[in-house]
RNA sequence: GGGGAUAUAGCUCAGUUGGUUUAGAGCACCUGCCUUACAAGCAGGGGGUCGUAGGUUCGAAUCCUACUAUCCCCA
């Protein structure tokens, strides 16, 4: 059977996925013999498609999960999905608009069985698109943080955290979504750059016909006005200290404060302050003691309180506003202005700033463990610059807003009794019996007490996760939870190192006493080639399944780890994929090669032993630096440093060192030798591409269903011989010399040169000559004291090399080479001398760097002795 | 407004406690090759004085200061 010409990745994958899932490689459990190695997935929302910042960092984890898995670890990837209450309760919301039912006019209940029914139906793609990837989860293990027994630790952990004192409620500015009727946190408000206009309005100073003019982009809000604020130091409106201003339309009085909030320079220098719908304004009534007046409703209308345009839509009341100040002449002007706007992630509404009453975690004391071993590097960020991100977050750190107004998600476990007090329990009995010992009223009913409508946060399930997925909360003392946690390496984006890791790692102290994983690897952003991040709204995003389907899952992988420093933004360009492919390609037709090979018993040429003997080394050489990589997370590095060892080392030099010559068969040794170097490069290859190095390691022969390369060893760490690798380094930069003089000259390779060689150790050139021959067609080596005439010279090192070539050298531009060469050699010794004859650097630096330079000057100096001769020679 | 990060070749990045040459890689580019595994390939080559200005040091891409530019986070 022959192999096709090119790699086709789509004719190999699936089936291999297939046959990983039969064989239960991916499955994990407990064994005391071995290591465990573990990785919690970030859960994607359940809402969610595979996009490029998915296959980023799933990517790493399982090339980080399937080398453990090689390395005999007992390697456990935990897969799943948060239930981002917010994007779902929208999407379930509008799955009902279309089947005409609106959400205020169904139950909870029945709300929830939609929604459920949704997620079954429709959630979840996400997690079937990562087997496209060839992420290697253990399946069976997916979790979901809505599912009954996550939901219970969510419970669970806020009535323990209740009962702490951590938990409180409060009143603060929420980000409000009119449209979804929720409090948004501040990463689910999208900043946008809006066209709006900024009006000039009027304020009559009470008992005067004097007026003053504040400038405002919301009109409709001046019936909300508490107070209008000038700087203390504003000479400009000296005179209006202690008066009252009158509020246009409906004529309330309100007072004129001094603030060093307002600056002078923006607007006219007032500012009105609406404390129900401001943050600042808030922050600046609190101050003064002002009022607050909330006069827009929860679904973005204004309500009685405004006293007038009761009813109206806030963008409605602003047009209107503006019309009655022109009417009743109090609109000073109206001009262009734009400003940054809050919208909702979710619903895309304008955000209302609004004051409501929420659930709080006091986050000050919760902090300060994970604070501490992060700082003492117990658990590690890596890279570490986001050490200083973290601790500025953990010193500044702001109480928890927990509540949504919601009904997907965990409902908040408060139980409210008639007179509005509350407790706070597992389930509706404990909160009966708890109420009933709170009022001494035992005759209390169920009915007597009203659940708090609200649920929690989706990030208040996601901090639990290291520790849920594993049963922590329901069994602490099980198995699984003994044996996996704390987990190994977390993976994920440094946009929610905040939200979600530095949460994680206060939920594993705070409940079970420990770190929830000792290293988070932080990804870059993917962005396009223009530097901007992947967005929907862009739709700068490449199809994930498309390129996978384009250029195969191998050739992504490998396409997103090429430019994919830990923590550096990576500018994606489909071409990255492509030359991933390339790379397996490449891999592909050397295996052509090998496996069209001819073997015979025979001698085994000396090259291809030579060959044998610098790849062994070569591959160790390797191999350390590549698990040097791995253990400083340098993805990329271990990548590269193997692509390099495949194409240049195996491909370029080692292959083409025992390739027969054509139609000559290879000896069976030989043949062996490059068999088992092959199958080795297969396994460090495996994590990175997982698919091609499955197939081509069942190419090489008929194996067992158990026989797989991803459960194969990962290659021990043996002592090599350095010498060779150098020796061999010599030689291939002859022959580079070689090949270059060739190009240069335009000799074909097929013509065989002579080569001279002027050194004073030939060992190396004698015991390489059949490698140099067969790489650079040299067919015979002479060595020599004199210079050679009529020949092409460059150096290896101190060593002159003369490649006789009658007739048709080039004289003047000979001469321009050696005279570059001279130039810089002559420049490079003079910075050496510099430094050797500056007195302080001798005897400051350490011996062994006066030691060297001294070695540069002396080669430095034979080199331009040599090419001053060869110069000379040439008259 | 407060905090943080980054600045090295055309592009994307390495450069690990200051000293292995006058700074490396991949891609891109240029030249020559359809050599029988691969033209999505092979061989060879050019290209940067390390954002700017100072400082510390025998020695700075590396440490310090200021400035400039870009990005991120928080308000």
């Not at 989860?137 to 027994?149: A, G, I, P, S, V």
């Not at 001819?598 to 070569?618: H, L, N, Q, S, Y």
């Not at 030798?673 to 490069?681: C, L, S, Y």
């Amino acid at each position: 059977m022959s192999l096709a010409t090119k790699y086709n990745p789509s004719d190999i994958e699936d089936k291999w996925y297939k046959h990983w899932m039969e064989q239960k490689f991916f499955a994990s459990k407990p064994d005391p013999k071995k290591e465990p190695y573990t990785i919690v997935i970030p859960p994607p929302n359940v809402t969610g498609v595979l996009h490029m910042g998915h296959m980023m960092n799933n990517t790493i984890q399982d090339v980080l999960i399937r080398r453990a898995r090689m390395q005999g670890k007992e390697a456990c990837w935990v897969p799943g999905m948060d239930h981002a209450s917010i994007a779902t309760e929208a999407k379930v919301v509008n799955m009902l608009k279309e089947k005409g039912i609106n959400k205020n006019e169904i139950t909870r209940d029945e709300f929830m069985k939609h929604a459920w029914e949704w997620k079954e139906k429709y959630g979840g793609i996400i997690l079937q698109q990562l087997k496209k990837l060839g992420a290697s989860c253990d399946w069976d293990r997916e979790r979901f943080t809505m599912e009954e027994d996550m939901s219970a630790a969510v419970i669970e952990v806020f009535v323990d955290l209740h009962k702490k004192g951590y938990i409180y409620r409060g009143t603060r500015m929420v980000n409000w979504d009119p449209e979804g009727q929720t409090a948004l946190a501040d990463d689910e408000v999208n900043f946008k750059e809006v066209q709006g206009k900024m009006y000039h309005i009027r304020y009559q100073i009470e008992g005067s016909d004097d007026h003053l003019i504040i400038a405002t982009t919301r009109p409709e809000t001046i019936m909300a006005d508490a107070a209008i604020c000038i700087n203390p130091n504003d000479e400009r409106f000296t005179h209006l200290k202690g008066k009252k201003a009158i509020i246009p339309l409906i004529n309330k009085a309100i007072p004129i404060i001094e603030d060093d909030y307002v600056d002078m320079e923006f607007g006219t220098g007032c500012l009105k302050v609406t404390p129900a719908h401001d943050i600042n304004d808030h922050e600046i009534g609190l101050r003064h003691n002002l009022e607050v007046i909330d006069i827009i409703a929860d679904n973005g209308k204004l309500n009685d309180k405004a006293q007038i345009l009761v009813g109206e839509d806030r963008f409605v009341a602003r047009k209107k506003i503006a019309k009655l100040l022109k009417e009743k002449d109090q609109l000073e002007k109206e001009e262009d202005y734009t400003n940054n706007v809050g919208h909702s992630e979710r619903t895309n509404a304008v955000i209302e700033p609004k004051l409501s009453t929420q659930w709080f975690v006091k986050m000050e004391e919760l902090v300060k463990p994970a604070y501490e071993n992060v700082m003492n590097d117990n658990i590690k960020l890596i890279p570490p610059k986001f050490k200083n991100t973290y601790k500025h977050w953990m010193e500044n750190v702001r109480d928890w807003c927990i509540s949504r107004q919601l009904w997907w998600g965990q409902r908040i476990p408060a139980y409210f009794l008639p007179d509005g007090d509350f407790v706070v329990a597992q389930n509706d009995e404990e909160a009966l019996q708890l109420a009933k010992e709170k009022t001494g009223n035992q005759d209390l009913k169920a009915d007597d007490l009203k659940q708090d409508e609200d649920v929690l946060d989706t990030w208040f399930s996601s901090w639990l996760w290291p520790i849920s997925v594993f049963d922590g909360f329901k069994d602490p003392d099980n198995e699984d939870f003994n044996y996996y946690y704390p987990t190994n390496d977390l993976v994920t984006g440094p946009d929610i190192l905040f939200f979600w890791v530095a949460r994680m790692i206060i939920a594993g102290y705070e409940f079970k006493g420990e770190l929830p994983f000792k290293n988070v690897y932080l990804t870059g952003i993917v962005r396009d080639d223009k530097g901007r991040k992947m967005s929907k709204q862009l739709g700068n995003s490449p199809d994930a399944l498309g390129l996978i389907d384009k250029h195969g899952a191998d050739g992504v992988r490998v396409g997103l780890l090429f430019s994919a420093a830990a923590g550096n933004d990576l500018l994606f360009e489909e071409k990255l994929c492509e030359q991933g492919w390339n790379f397996g390609n490449k891999i592909w037709n050397a295996y052509r090669l090998v496996e069209g090979l001819e073997v015979k018993e025979k001698d085994t040429p000396i090259e291809a032993m030579k060959a044998r003997d610098w790849f062994e080394a070569r591959f160790q050489d390797a191999l350390r630096e590549i698990n040097d990589h791995f253990s400083k997370f340098r993805i990329s590095d271990a990548l590269m440093t193997t692509y390099k060892l495949i194409w240049d080392d195996f491909c370029s030099y080692y292959l083409e060192l025992v390739k027969p010559p054509y139609g000559e068969a290879i000896d069976k040794e030989t043949y062996e030798a490059t068999i088992t170097f092959f199958e080795d490069i297969l396994t460090i290859l495996h994590p990175f591409m997982p698919f091609l190095t499955e197939e081509i390691w069942h190419q090489i022969t008929d194996r067992g269903d158990k026989d797989c390369v991803i459960v194969n060893h990962w290659p021990i760490e043996k002592d090599y011989d350095q010498a060779i690798l150098h020796d061999a380094k010599t030689a291939f930069e002859l022959v580079s010399q070689i090949r270059n003089i060739r190009a240069s000259k335009g000799i074909s390779p097929k013509e065989a040169l002579t080569l001279h060689v002027k050194t004073k150790s030939e060992m190396i050139y004698q015991e390489y000559i059949s490698v140099i021959d067969k790489l650079a067609n040299i067919e015979e080596l002479a060595f020599t004291t004199e210079k050679i005439d009529q020949a092409v010279s460059f150096f290896i090192g101190s060593d002159e090399c003369f490649i006789p070539m009658e007739g048709t050298i080039d004289v003047e531009k000979e001469k321009e080479e050696i005279q570059k060469e001279l130039d810089y050699n002559k420049g490079f010794l003079k910075s050496v001398k510099k430094k050797l004859e500056n007195e302080r650097f001798v005897s400051n630096a350490p011996a062994q760097v006066v030691e060297m330079e001294k070695k540069k000057q002396a080669d430095a100096e034979a080199k331009i002795k040599t090419l001053e001769d060869s110069l000379a020679n040439l008259g």
